[in-house]
């Protein structure tokens, strides 16, 4: 029986797991003490579309790709998640809604497990693989890696192992080491790119309609726009939200947001991001984002800044007294009154105006003078390791999957690149 090693027990190297686990000999190593990833530590909004979360279309036609997520469906809800049906009239009638303000909704099935489930899904999956034979070795840290003569020799902290495959899923919080190991490996890398935005805040009652009537808990609103011909979309939605300050290294910070069960606000938060792409004679999209979000953190005095839409319409800087007239109190206390396109690139000021102009149509008030506006809201994305379509890399016996290796961004394509890495494994072993 093939041996096959992964890395990594988040919902990719779960999702492997379980795939191979009727064919191979399957051992999961994983640094920490529990499974899950950072996966667990989300609330567990799943999107079971494609193109939410990352491009499964990029490995496989439309109509596989929807069965791989019905699947993984499927896995979550025999693991105890429960099923939310979805609206799917009302998503089709948002839809041409958006279509007529010249906006792309993109309906989704959607579910939410909710933080306090997540660690009971997950330890059901884990019982389950494991009746199924699948070890697991947490508390293990995969140091190094060679491929020698088709065998693959893996350096822990606890001992050597050996097998016939492996599938590297470590992770973003792996995707340094795995930048280390490509390199050493001679493996093909390129930049992923960056989303560089701003998180708006607005009262409950502006998105209460999207999101109550239309049943639509996270929507995906994609705004192409007029000057610059640019994707602007909606991302992470979040009723009675808080907005939050994120370090994304240890001296650059920006905004995220959150909602929680028991805490709840007046306002709801979502970020606008703008995909940015680079090719010469910069490629290198995390320098970009992090030059842009270092300079929003000095122009802020190290505090993140707020503007109110009014204000950055008007060119002229926030001030509290100005921020004070809006009907929206900020949920983020800790920032600086100032004016984003200070600090931001002229394309993104203009893009964000402009999409919040556009979604006054669908949603009216979302671009009001008393909007709130964050900076900088910046996602950074892992360098993406070149594969084939079964996500082989150039050594025919490592593959890799996940967010570590830049081939998704959310819970549900991870584990479906998973699938994908597993399914290539036992078509050669066939
Ligand atoms: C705060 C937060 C909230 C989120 N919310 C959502 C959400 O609501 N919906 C959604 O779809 N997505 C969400 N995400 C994203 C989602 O969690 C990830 O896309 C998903 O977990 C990626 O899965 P993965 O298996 O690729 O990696 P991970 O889940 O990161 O798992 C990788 C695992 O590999 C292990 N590992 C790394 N290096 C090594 C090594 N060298 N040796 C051994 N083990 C190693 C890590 O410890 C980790 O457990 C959120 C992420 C965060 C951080």
Same mark, same amino acid.
């Given at each position: $029986?093939?041996?096959?090693?992964?890395?990594?027990?988040?919902?990719?190297?779960?999702?492997?797991?379980?795939?191979?686990?009727?064919?191979?000999?399957?051992?999961?190593?994983?640094?920490?003490?529990?499974?899950?990833?950072?996966?667990?530590? %989300?609330?567990?909004? $799943?999107?079971?579309?494609?193109?939410?979360?990352?491009?499964?279309?990029?490995? *496989?036609?439309?109509?596989?790709?929807? +069965?791989?997520?019905?699947?993984?469906?499927?896995?979550? /809800?025999?693991?105890?998640?429960?099923?939310?049906?979805?609206?799917?009239?009302?998503?089709?009638?948002?839809?041409?809604?958006?279509?007529?303000?010249?906006? /792309?909704?993109?309906?989704?099935?959607?579910?939410?497990?909710?933080?306090?489930?997540? @660690?009971? #899904?997950?330890?059901?999956?884990?019982?389950? *693989?494991?009746?199924?034979?699948?070890?697991?070795?947490?508390?293990?840290?995969? *140091?190094?890696?060679? %491929?020698?003569?088709?065998?693959?020799?893996?350096?822990?902290?606890?001992?050597?192992?050996?097998?016939?495959?492996?599938?590297?899923?470590?992770?973003?919080?792996?995707?340094?080491?795995?930048?280390?190991?490509?390199?050493?490996?001679?493996?093909? $890398?390129?930049?992923? @790119?960056?989303?560089?935005? #701003?998180?708006?805040?607005?009262?409950?009652?502006?998105?209460?309609?999207?999101?109550?009537?239309? !049943?639509?808990?996270?929507?995906?609103?994609?705004?192409?726009?007029?000057?610059?011909?640019?994707?602007?979309?909606?991302?992470?939605?979040?009723?009675?939200?808080?907005?939050?300050?994120?370090?994304?290294?240890?001296?650059?910070?920006?905004?995220?947001?959150?909602?929680?069960?028991?805490?709840?606000?007046?306002?709801?938060?979502?970020?606008?991001?703008?995909?940015?792409?680079?090719? !010469?004679?910069?490629?290198?999209?995390?320098?970009?984002?992090?030059?842009?979000?270092?300079?929003?953190?000095?122009?802020?005095?190290?505090?993140?800044?707020? !503007?109110?839409? =009014?204000?950055?319409?008007?060119?002229? =800087?926030?001030?509290?007294?100005?921020?004070?007239?809006?009907?929206?109190? @900020?949920?983020?206390?800790?920032?600086?009154?100032?004016?984003?396109?200070?600090?931001?690139?002229?394309?993104?000021?203009?893009?964000? *105006?402009?999409?919040?102009?556009?979604?006054?149509?669908?949603?009216?008030?979302?671009?009001?003078? %008393?909007?709130?506006?964050?900076?900088?809201?910046?996602?950074?994305?892992?360098?993406?390791?070149?594969?084939?379509?079964?996500? !082989?890399?150039?050594?025919?016996?490592?593959?890799?999957?996940?967010?570590?290796?830049?081939?998704? =961004?959310?819970?549900?394509?991870?584990?479906?690149?998973? $699938?994908?890495?597993?399914?290539?494994? +036992?078509?050669?072993?066939?």
């Amino acid at each position: $029986m093939a041996k096959v090693l992964i890395v990594g027990a988040g919902p990719a190297g779960l999702f492997a797991a379980q795939k191979l686990a009727d064919s191979c000999d399957v051992t999961i190593i994983e640094q920490k003490s529990y499974i899950g990833g950072a996966g667990l530590y %989300s609330d567990g909004k $799943m999107n079971f579309h494609p193109q939410i979360g990352g491009n499964l279309l990029e490995f *496989l036609s439309e109509e596989n790709a929807f +069965k791989i997520l019905e699947e993984i469906k499927q896995t979550f /809800k025999e693991c105890g998640m429960k099923e939310v049906e979805n609206d799917w009239e009302k998503l089709i009638e948002l839809e041409r809604r958006a279509t007529t303000a010249g906006i /792309k909704f993109i309906p989704i099935r959607q579910n939410h497990v909710g933080s306090d489930y997540l @660690p009971k #899904v997950m330890n059901n999956f884990k019982t389950n *693989l494991e009746k199924k034979g699948v070890k697991f070795k947490l508390n293990t840290k995969v *140091l190094d890696l060679d %491929s020698k003569n088709g065998k693959i020799i893996v350096k822990t902290d606890k001992g050597n192992e050996e097998a016939n495959y492996i599938i590297l899923a470590p992770g973003r919080v792996g995707s340094l080491w795995l930048i280390e190991m490509a390199k050493k490996l001679g493996l093909g $890398m390129r930049f992923s @790119p960056v989303d560089i935005g #701003v998180r708006v805040e607005v009262l409950n009652d502006v998105m209460k309609e999207i999101i109550h009537d239309y !049943q639509c808990w996270d929507p995906k609103f994609h705004i192409r726009t007029q000057h610059y011909d640019d994707d602007v979309r909606t991302f992470c939605v979040c009723p009675y939200g808080f907005v939050v300050k994120e370090f994304y290294e240890e001296d650059i910070f920006g905004v995220n947001g959150h909602s929680m069960k028991d805490k709840k606000s007046n306002n709801c938060n979502f970020a606008l991001l703008i995909r940015t792409e680079l090719t !010469q004679p910069l490629e290198n999209t995390t320098e970009y984002g992090r030059s842009i979000a270092r300079q929003t953190n000095t122009l802020g005095g190290s505090k993140p800044i707020i !503007q109110r839409v =009014r204000d950055l319409r008007m060119s002229r =800087r926030s001030t509290w007294e100005r921020i004070g007239k809006s009907y929206v109190e @900020p949920t983020l206390k800790d920032v600086t009154p100032g004016d984003i396109s200070m600090a931001y690139p002229y394309r993104i000021v203009i893009n964000v *105006l402009e999409a919040l102009d556009k979604l006054e149509k669908v949603i009216p008030g979302v671009g009001s003078d %008393s909007t709130l506006l964050y900076a900088p809201e910046i996602k950074f994305y892992s360098m993406r390791i070149e594969t084939n379509k079964i996500l !082989q890399t150039a050594i025919p016996n490592i593959f890799v999957a996940g967010d570590g290796a830049g081939v998704s =961004r959310g819970i549900t394509i991870a584990a479906a690149t998973g $699938m994908i890495a597993a399914n290539g494994i +036992k078509n050669l072993i066939k």
